[in-house]
């Protein structure tokens, strides 16, 4: 990839009508189609410039705020790669060491953190009914900031994943698909399998399998959604793909069936979720800190699961999928069968055999990232990216 | 603000003399009359170049020291913004993650984590008697390596807040000041009430309040400090601050009554803090690791507090202060009655009403840090300042 | 130091064959003479062109990640410092907050990490016969992310100390001798002494001594090794010590007197480590998690180590080394008698001494850390520095 295809990218970004400017990106059934696929433009045009020893450098300072509230390795450094490639400085928000505990409004801290800063990424899954309206919280005291000139500007909220929607992955996830089959209208009428699979663990959220059926449904393809009775997803949210995908010409089923929704499939994104109504009960015990309760809570929820071990992508599964040779997906890491665990979601010889490929989804993740910041932030993000390109300062002297 | 207004600040900041290049900023009180002036010409210098988009960073690369041994988020959150600002890293100094407990003396550390360092940041209020005191042992030690040869030049220390002083707060708030009422000037003949008030919480560092009137004082202002008795400041601050004020054409006095405090007040900050004496006793338990004589001070102290809920700033009170329209300050985060607490430092339409005012307040502080750190590296700043015009790099391709 | 200095390193180093591309930094002992001279070098241009005020930035962007096994101040300061300078961005790799522990492999996790990574940074030196290996694991996982397309380039792996080696120790140290001897010619026929000393704790890593010897021994050095009975080191490091030095027309002694090892030496490393045996028997221990045991076995340890407290530097010993002016070094930090503990492994006086040399040698950690980077990274570090030198941008704008 040089200069050129740099310049065609461009102007393939010239072409969509977005309005993402002082926006955040909370879920990407907010974004219309032209502003999904101006994200995934401007995160190949970054990929591209810096492919090519061109530094997509946007920032000569800035700070951009992590607020992880659960776990994370490959976000937090997809977050923090992307921010670097900007030119941000990433300064975790670790509420263990602030004083949010102590009674600060979401209001305050939203706009004493943000002076010098660019973006704000947050990971919010754990509690259902929560995540996605903390971050709508922190959008709105940003704007009132803005409003009344107490923020410079406005930084730009990006959802790391929240109890809703996992737009990050997701969005890496079908730029992956897009390269795979060679552009994104190719994915119009394709078949995706996206299923529940066993996990010895337990409390996985709902936000990947949401995030994909929330986007899969926007772009013509035929979803199945198959888990056992009772791992049910947020009922809106199914909804939602149902409708959505009415709309954009594509298909959607439900099943109660792993073989069922494999039979034929292009795609197939097995993956271990918590029940819906489980992650309901849950909260209030988070909140109280109710340990027995939580404890009593995953002993029936483990005990439960047990009863579908046959839940797995092995290979006799994969023979069912079109042609045999389904793409496998998985936002990793994977509870892998006789590898990270005795039972789990996949069998390792598929694992093995798509490992390189789910590496390949994942490196999509920070230039995604870095795409969502840029848009928030710029008025004219083609124009921006021209100017880097015009700029051409090397990322690197070696 | 443009290039022009940057200029006139520049010109103004050429007036100043000023010896600040290799030294720290420990209290303001140390620092001259055009000392205090030149820090907040150059934090308005930086403000406004970032504002018109042109690039403040000093430094290509460099590392910014974090040493917080007390919990913080604005704070921490401006000297990074600041550092970053500049162009430095910052790095933690987390005594937890380091070598540090395992008998490192101060001397050793200073010099370790220097070779390469312009900045470094210190938080350290809990300890009575102790804080200053770290800080300045830390600076001998950076001057010892500087002399010796180990350093290639000295690392600036920012007094992050101490238990003597708060500066950075400090100076936040009277750049602040300056701004509203038009000039550092026209705080002259004003009348500041610094005020204790309930909380429901105990312990609060005695550094704020001693910050205010030790630089309220050097201002020509009319200080009234207030506190319930027995709720004393370090005695050698509030005499410093006595002669101050008569040195600088101002006045000074105490009272036992928030009332009287407030009576025609042109600015009031009402705020917790813990009697100097309670702080005094916390020191050896401590050091001693004595949850239970800790938990027993908490209850007494505790105990204590709640004699004085009254001690809140209500609008009863505001009624008193000058036109009923003093403008009302705090460092944040505030006890809001009925908001963060049942009965607190404030009440909740008094907060309202001033939200704005103490946000913008806080905003000043990134800048303040930033300028304390460049004066403290650099020989000639009106020339930094200048060459960084001139350069005019844009802060942003955006 | 000037321009002209900084092009006599560099044409230095044009004259060394390295394959040091692509490569990581492990052991020295895998690194020819010649590449390890380039390490110097390199170090050295660094160093001298941060010292003329020029920027030896080479990355507009990129990450370097940090992975800390174990506690470490000075080690992580030098490690950002050395990435800070280079201009990647240090992202902590926190195992406490990262997924690993929920079933990842390294294999995956390496490459999730790695898709804008130019440097990992690796501390893992309290599992013996593990730190090493897992260093190893990284660097071929990082292969195959390569050979298969899913990264973009190799990240290079530097060894902050393992099991085994702590190169950026040995390497700081030896330019440190370099310098101070007045070229690494000069050490050949040197008499060093690098003994065991006591100290009150327990379970230090041998790594330090190791990387001492399997370095002093590439050098032509006399090498006394020097300990009680029963503190050993690994076997093959010794021999592998002994072989060297034989082969660099070097000596290799071991006795157990720290009087002999001392007698007439030229410089002396007085440290102390814990036995071999104790440290194999620590990680079974450690796996399980065996506070019990492992708490008895520092108990034995501790009873063993206190029959060798005669084991000091002390002002009597240092008379017994050349003229009685031996060079005191240390990795710092030291236990000191009197200041750090009751008893040590050095003389409150003698390291007093020596404070600055010890601090000096400390000091070329941060370059040579640097340095391996570049060396890894770049296919004709030549000419990388001699471009670093042409653009001579400033490293700052004071």
Redesign the interface.
Known sequence: MGANEIKNIIDRLKTKKIDMDGKDFLLTWEKSRDEIEATFLVADALRAM??AGI?????????AVSN?RD????T???Y??AC????L???D?DEG????A????VR??A???S???EAIGIRDDMYLGEGDKYQREVGKALDE?VA???L?SRPTVVNLQSDIDHPTQAMADFLHLSHYYGGLDKLKGKKIAMSWAYSP?YGKPLSVPQGIIGLASRLGMEIVLAHPEGYDLIPEIVELAERQAKASGGAFKRVHSMDAAFQGADIVYPKSWAPYDVMQKRVPLLHEGNQAGLKELEKQCLANNAKFKDWECTEARMKLTKEGKALYMHC??A?ITD???EAGEVAASVFDRYR?DT??E??Y??YVIAAMI?LG???DPAA?LA??LK?S??????
Chains 1, 2, 3 share one sequence.
């Open positions: 810096r492919d530094s997509p450098r946007v920032w000569d300072s800035g700070i992880f776990n994370s390795t490959r937090r450094f997809s923090a790669s670097d490639l900007l030119g400085y990433v300064q928000l060491k602030s004083q949010i102590h009674g600060e409004t305050e801290t706009n004493m953190i002076f010098l800063t900031g009344s000139g107490v410079p663990s990793l890491p509870d590898v990270s665990c390189d590496y390949r994942a490196s993740k920070p840029l932030k710029s008025k921006t100017g880097l700029r300062s090397a990322r690197s002297a070696i």
